[in-house]
């Protein structure tokens, strides 16, 4: 292995452990974040000058406006040879614009996917890299570095773009997985001769067709409070259902499950659903159904 | 027309007015509820014995038990060449047993659909009626009395359970229609750029695709409370939509929007959502997302 | 009422009816259109060299790029207190583009949704409009005479953009009405004990909930073609089916029955489906189970 | 470890490998199957006759009609103490009848859900058990056989018919997570950006949140077909997801990703589709929309 020199911009949750888990490989990471705490410069300026030409620096901040003003930035202070990779959870319509403007100094520019939560720096992160192979393969120690062992966990999906949208589709299927088992659970816990759901959950474990990691941590959340008592019903999206969905359309997929869990999200925020108003007043207003009015 | 004497036992808010109805095309209604304050007799067997053969009795009672106990009761009671209506919301599913009970003792069975809710003393009733052809045309001067005037509102639709059934697929169409319109005034609501989302709904009642009757009651409903503050997102099922979907899934039909459309019911009746619940937990395992604890 | 002069660019199926039904209010048009044989003037310019100021140019033209290029030519030949109403499907993303645009240069802008489709020379065309209240009520006469007679067909729905977000909706809700009756429909002719599904459609269009203009229309279709043997189940979409579920997602509004709907009809468009290739080669997989070759 | 004399009835695929894997456990099965190839014994009669009290007999057959059948003739064959084990793919409906049948003579009755398919012979089965603490004890060895080896993979659920109920949400589950992964790889195969979405697969065996078994077996299918060219896309469904809808249904419980499985293979299924007619006739009707005539 050759040991390389990577700026990291970005030390949240995940970049901080990121760092860790290269470092761990025996590579150098150079780190800066806005929170002096976490960094290891002062600067932006301060972090490039710390590496050597062919620079290579991994942008791991929120998707959108943050991206879009460290590249900005690092375009000013990169230079021709230089490579990008965004592994944050940018839109993969982002990408383009971010290689393009890029490219036009002569910098490289690659995307990263990157799936593996709070549990990646264990485990290793599973990557998937869209861009030119001449940029990809910079950095395929750094790839190595933080995917699992094995033959998995990392594949270069395509152009520019393709990690990310990769990724995006990975957090679809995660959706409405989770959707499955979420209705199952609700189902189950409803039938009266059901005694003991989280038993049920647990023997699926192994040997049954709907083994999944994700049926793992269902049965670690049950075994912390066996019905969820503790928890609402409230879950948030971090936009990559809503693109999923917003590609399948520009597609022309029809992607029912998918979009079934996204729905089933939004209207988990609702304290009220204006929907069910309207369906209440036209129950009223054609047969006299009794309505609830709003406390 | 032919005056005729018709029984007609369950005189709530649909019996009752369609009692009123009938008589005011010129029959003679003897009617029968537990209620003595709305009944014309003390009995069921009062009432047949008002009634000469061959006699017509129109059964108006809750689907269920108990329409089962007033057809097993005029089964006792008729006599062979009588015929019995049921035109109660019973099940599709439960005409053709109460037929053949009825038939063993060669009493004639006829089940009818009807719509029009409170609005059908005025404008008459929706009439989809099953049974054989010689059972239905004795019935056609009662049918031409609740019906509107006009060409339409009236269809023999089939065989027994045919009128059951074809009503339970308006109740269907229903529900999806209201769901239409219910999700579009949630979007126009949610939208910065509307101003007025009543006068929008107030505008479609005449020369766009979607006018309907419901989209004028759905004026109506805003006209009493332009953001339906006065109520509550809550909506119950009358147990038709759930027959519908059940009916679809015998014959392996697709029903997406009908269904959608009884799921959001289902949704607007939990205080807390337990299938969110599991997606809160399953993304607090593995992203560590916040979570939003029970009150 | 004032007669007004307007210009009035593209005139297709929709704008050719337009312009005639304005015409026959007492108003003078001066179409264009790229078709010589439709075109009242052979340019742009000779169109708006034969108004006078204040100028009214009404566009017409498909949305997207053909619209964004007569918005910009309009902008080189219109002058300051003109004002341009874009009464095509523009998404309503791109209203404010516009009247960005113009209003640069001093020139008003105004959206407006029609609809109506064929029937609206005869029955009047229903608006929805969007823009300052100057600009709108400068084309109060032009509306007046599009519209449908009576109180209802026209709404001033909001500031720029919220005509064509109105109409996106109105035509959100039209999917999942028709999808409604479509369902009713493949689900009756699938009961064994219904006879004639025609007849109880025509029974609907008076006295019950259900009933509306669209339902009329189901029954001239079922009149043409009882069965419908002579149709394929193959749906395009318009734009405004997607657009109408991208706006709820950017307003986390759930709307499952619209959806499912703009699904349903990409479904209708695929000869095969590749999600239920993956299907039945997941269900060949784990239980053995045969499957289907292509052909 | 007790050896057991079982009386197996049913040899088909599930049954012929359960056989094999309880005889690998030690215990004594007598199997019997109307194909006299694979029956051990040439009657019921005489495979009880091999057995002594109190017998264990594990029912394999097909739901409805044929386990009701054996069910029915094991009334009549067996004795007070004995206990029948239903381990075919019965709705859990039908326990109760069978479970009260079978009382009515002192004979015990166990539900059991079976998953593991083809592979199950060699990885084990997952159970699924319902009845009273009783019977189930008794059948522990068998169970235990059966099972797969290590702390998952069996659960006595709850009562009588708990065990089928649990199995048919298995089911319902496995329906939603074939959709999730079936959803993103058509939509990754649409996408211009993506050059290999085998590999993709691939590299979400390990380090990702949607790391399953089901996973695994679509690389499997992929690296057989990558792009499933050999297949159409048509999938029978083969009733315990049409019943976990139906139970959602009697429960009140909005399950939308789950039925949008179900009714994706209901459409599957159709050479054309009957409500995309209506839908294609609707458009035709208000829009002058062009249609595709029927072949």
Redesign the interface.
């Known amino acids: 292995m050759t040991a390389m020199k990577l700026g990291l911009i970005g030390l949240g ?1 995940m970049g901080g452990n990121m760092r860790e888990r290269i470092r761990q490989a025996g590579h150098t990471v150079i780190g800066y974040d806005r929170d002096p705490e976490l960094s290891d410069v002062g600067s932006l300026t301060e972090l490039v000058a710390g590496l050597e030409g062919p620079r290579v620096v991994w942008v791991m901040v929120p998707a959108g406006g943050p991206t879009q003003s460290v590249v900005d930035e690092l375009g000013d202070l990169l230079e021709a040879g230089d490579t990008v990779v965004d592994g944050g959870n940018s839109r ?1 319509t982002d990408d383009e614009k971010h290689a393009e403007e890029l490219a036009a100094k002569g910098i490289g520019f690659v995307d990263a996917g990157v ?6 720096l264990e ?6 890299v ?1 861009g030119d192979k001449e940029h990809v393969d910079r950095l395929q120690p750094i790839f190595e570095a933080l ?2 062992e ?1 033959p ?11 990690g990310h ?2 990724k995006m ?2 957090n ?20 009266d ?4 759901v989280r ?2 959950f ?14 793992d ?2 049965v ?3 075994d912390k ?1 066996e019905h ?9 999206d971090s936009g990559e259902g ?1 693109w ?6 520009d ?20 304290d ?18 009794s ?5």
Not at 115 to 120: E, I, P, R
Not at 202 to 215: C, D, F, H, K
Not at 244 to 249: G, R, Y
């Open positions: 949750k993969w799936s593996g939560g709070v549990w990646g485990n290793g992160y599973a990557l998937m869209g995917k699992p094995g998995y966990g990392y594949v270069h999906a395509g152009k520019v773009g393709a949208f990769s589709v990975h679809g299927i995660e959706y409405a997985m989770m959707q499955a088992y979420a209705e199952g659970w609700e189902l189950l816990q409803a039938a001769s059901v005694t003991d038993e049920i647990r023997s699926w474990e192994q040997g049954t067709v709907i083994r999944s990691w994700l049926l941590l269902a670690n959340a049950l409070d969820l008592e503790q928890l609402r019903g409230y879950a948030e809503r999923t969905v917003e590609a399948a359309i597609n022309a997929v029809p992607l029912p499950a998918i979009t079934a869990s996204l729905f089933a999200r939004f209207a988990s925020r609702q009220d659903s204006p929907q069910m108003k309207m369906i209440a007043a036209l129950r009223n207003q054609f047969g006299g159904h309505v609830e009015s709003a406390k």
